[in-house]
């Protein structure tokens, strides 16, 4: 279970730091109770703020909801910009680097992933919120077109990029709904990593 950031409590609030422990709030009561299980009042009374409080800042629940996936978003994207650094670029151990994170994302925070990408809080929408430059997706065709040693992100590309994605949210899934567990299998996250690495980029492997 993620563990749960200590909400500070103020007497005074400036404009900006109200919102962001409203959006805090809400994420710890996400990770506590999922994203259904809780109230505006609940995290006003979190924040440690009157209940009418996050109507300055917020129209309704769902609107903190939105606030906390963009939030989350963000994070996530600026963890895995920081998972590449000092690894060159092209090499095999980015596109791990970045597996490890997107798992370890959704292992510590299971209710933000969740949000993220359940079927209410998705679209061009969020994604405007969260930020034009937050594209993990560009980044991993990036990183793959880095690796085959490719100026455009073409039609190979995409469909590699699409298979380390794709391999990496359902182990994530699987992981953090703990059904792996109970198949009596045991998951040794980077072998498994360097594995599909090897198996996407055969040519880069054997050449290595």
């Not at 909801?65 to 963890?79: N, P, S």
Request: with cysteine; glycine share 10%.
């Amino acid at each position: 279970m993620a563990q749960t950031r200590e909400i500070r409590r103020k007497t005074g609030y400036h404009h900006g730091d109200l919102q962001a422990q409203l959006v805090e709030a809400t994420r710890a009561l996400v990770e506590e109770k999922g994203p259904d299980g809780f109230s505006v009042s609940e995290a006003a009374r979190k924040a440690g703020v009157s209940t009418a409080a996050p109507y300055r800042h917020f129209k309704d629940r769902e609107e903190m909801l939105e606030a906390v996936c963009a939030e989350g978003m963000r994070r996530h994207f600026a963890q895995m910009n920081a998972s590449l650094e000092g690894i060159p670029r092209g090499d095999l151990r980015r596109v791990e680097a970045l597996g490890r994170v997107y798992v370890g994302f959704a292992q510590r925070e299971p209710g933000v992933f969740r949000l993220i990408f359940g079927s209410k809080h998705k679209g061009e929408a969020l994604d405007k919120k969260a930020g034009d430059d937050v594209r993990p997706f560009e980044l991993v065709q990036e990183e793959v077109a880095a690796i085959l040693g490719r100026t455009e992100i073409d039609a190979d590309v995409m469909h590699r990029a699409l298979l380390l994605w794709t391999f990496v949210h359902g182990l994530s899934f699987l992981l953090i709904d703990d059904v792996a567990s109970h198949k009596g299998l045991t998951i040794d996250l980077n072998p498994i990593l360097a594995d599909i690495g090897r198996r996407v980029f055969p040519e880069v492997s054997a050449g290595s």
